[in-house]
């Protein structure tokens, strides 16, 4: 299947730490990218390939992967830090992107 | 510092076809493969296609037969065409931009500010 599965809401305490999940078989292959979006706003690039962070994106946001799940994990989490996150991969033929359903981060 | 403008049409009705362009400015148009994105509103993103410098093509399967893209390398733009437009195809759509980097996978590193397209009669 060509789908990648995300949970449609969590929440963190602010400061305390959070691991958002992203499976698919996709990941058997290829990483994943994470895309931060806020309302009213382009998504952003926030992790991608093995754990890699453009430049400007906060070091507490990391990315790690296990058979088929990617996971995106934010460490001390902040007020501007609440959005939806969204996981990117390629499909299992290899030439078209699939995206996740997203994760709608809320910060209490 | 490399920006994406887009433009086009903002309210189609049924049946009609969409036209939106994506001009790349201060930046190399070449080595990329130059992505459209959608998301209809409240609900999350969808890929459409992509298209890079040399004109290869990678299309979403659900939407191939309606969508067409093209790049103008003397003007560093890319368009999107999408054909029999209907309501469910109300969303904002996106440029974006990934590497080429042989046959990795790329990150969408840069995006457009989106447009709002509306279907209705």
């Known amino acids: 299947s060509s789908e990648l599965t995300q949970d449609p809401a969590v929440s963190v305490a602010l400061g305390q730490t959070v691991t958002l999940t992203c499976q698919g078989n996709?990941?058997?292959?290829?990483?994943a990218t994470w895309y931060q979006q806020k309302p009213g706003q382009a998504p952003l690039l926030v992790i991608y390939?093995?754990?890699y962070r453009p430049s400007g994106i906060p070091d507490r946001f990391s990315g790690s992967a296990s058979d088929n799940t990617s996971s995106l994990t934010i460490t001390g989490a902040q007020a501007e830090d609440e959005a939806v996150y969204y996981c990117?991969?390629?499909?299992?033929?290899?030439?078209?992107?699939?995206f996740g359903g997203g994760t709608k981060l809320t910060v209490l | 510092q490399v920006q994406l403008q887009q433009w086009g049409a903002g309210l189609l009705k049924p049946s009609e076809t969409l036209s939106l362009t994506c001009a790349v400015y201060?930046?190399?148009?070449?080595?990329?493969?130059w992505n459209w994105i959608r998301q209809p509103p409240g609900k999350g993103l969808e890929w459409i296609g992509e298209?890079?410098?040399?004109?290869?093509?990678n299309y979403n399967p659900s939407l191939k037969s309606r969508v067409t893209t093209s790049v103008d390398l003397s003007k560093n733009q890319v368009s999107l065409k999408m054909t029999s437009l209907n309501a469910a195809d109300t969303a904002i759509y996106y440029c974006?931009?990934?590497?080429?980097?042989?046959?990795?996978?790329?990150?969408?590193?840069?995006w457009g500010q989106g447009t709002l397209v509306t279907v209705s009669s």
């Open positions: 974006a931009r990934r590497a080429i980097r042989g046959v990795s996978f790329t990150p969408l590193d840069l």
């Open positions: 201060g930046g190399s148009f070449s080595g990329y493969y």
């Open positions: 298209i890079n410098h040399g004109g290869t093509t």
């Open positions: 996709s990941f058997r292959s290829y990483f």
């Open positions: 390939g093995q754990n």
């Open positions: 990117n991969c390629r499909d299992f033929r290899g030439y078209n992107l699939i």
